[in-house]
């Protein structure tokens, strides 16, 4: 019945998997936040160490507090600037796309969301820019205007509404002209949106998407029935085969989890209270996304208490290292968990199982919210909790939770390790 319902997903399902995954506009988007990655993960790491608990045991707290001061240019360039990587990251994606000159393509988003991004009055009476309308609250702007002006150049380059040169005249000068007229276009365009949101009673256009499209697709996201549903939905897929993370977080739920952990980030920053529990942080440490919740619960199954069992015990000393690390695809294939009619209950659990927990002892206040923090995802299971709650309770919570989902895996694997006996028996008869 399982291969059977399998094929059929691979016929009608898988090609909808790639026309997502391979949509022009979500992978220029997940390629704008793979290029954000470094930068914000260099500048979680440098903050993380900043607000190490007890710190100022150490360091003393005047000490720490001019610590804490000399990394605000840090924290500025990677977190409060992460739309501008965005944007420009958006830009050259599609540049490259549409086999276009990529650099032109992503000053050009760039220029167009300074555009439609408002000037504020300094104290000194001068004008700027602020960050504010630079980072978690411009996410969403920012990809409209990077997808709009992206979009523009190419319409008019693909028109040929374009300026030519010899083939003699070098071909940095030929570029800046061909890309003379597409610019133009972009900020006429640019310029008319900005005046037109100016007339409305939201006074820029950050502050309409912000209002109207970021806060509610953030809320919906962020649900926890909603998030709950996601999990189950990503090990549906890796259970048939397809990679559930890349079908369902990262072509929908990345850049709605980002913007939440930014928020965090900030909220953090600034010494105020957390305003969410669901963030990309959560998604991965504590919502089971990573695999980490599937791997960790199967190996200490194994080990404890089918080490008897050869097979299983040779399959689990491949896969532990790579397990400790999230990465559990030896598991899902050659364990296997995919196809497994007894392992689909236990998969579609975990995240349930995982996130409940979680949910639990961070909206009681029992265990304090992921601050936005960002850690690689192959970090081991209770130093990401503790890094990224920045408390010993994130990393107390994710052994809670290992220990409940071992014995969650526990009751099914015993199912399954009693079928495998009685098969050699008959073999054996």
Known sequence: MFTSLSDKLQKYLLPIANKIGENRYLQAVKNAFLVSLPF???????????????????????ALAAFQNAIIPIQNVTFNLITIMIVLGIGYSLGESYHLNQIYVAIC????????????????????????????????????????????????????????????VPPMVTDSFVSLIPIGFVFIICFAIQLLFAQTSFGTMNSFVYEMIQIPISRLGSSFPAFLLAGALCNLFWFFGLHGNSIVYNSVLSPIFKSLSLENLAAFQAGEALPHIITEEFAFYFGGFNGSFIAYPVLICIFLFFRKKKDWKKLGEVALIPGIFSIYEPIVFGFPLMLNPVMLIPMLLTPMVSSAISYVFMYTGLCPLCTGVSVPWTTPMVLSGVITTNSLMGGIVQIIIIAALTVLWYIFLKIMYKQSEKQEEIKEA
């Not at 993960?41 to 190490?52: E, H, T, V, Y």
């Not at 602020?130 to 609250?137: A, I, K, R, V, Y």
């Open 40 to 62: 914000t993960m260099f500048g979680s790491l440098i903050l993380a160490l900043a607000n190490i608990p007890y710190m100022e045991r150490i360091l003393g707290t005047d």
């Open 109 to 168: 988003a760039l220029v167009g969301f300074l555009i439609v991004t408002p000037v504020s009055e300094l104290a000194d009476g001068g004008t700027g820019y602020s960050l504010n309308n630079m980072g978690s609250m411009s996410i969403f702007t920012g990809i409209l205007i990077a997808i709009l002006c992206s979009e523009i150049y190419r319409i008019v380059v693909q028109k040929n509404m374009i300026i030519r040169m010899p083939d003699s």
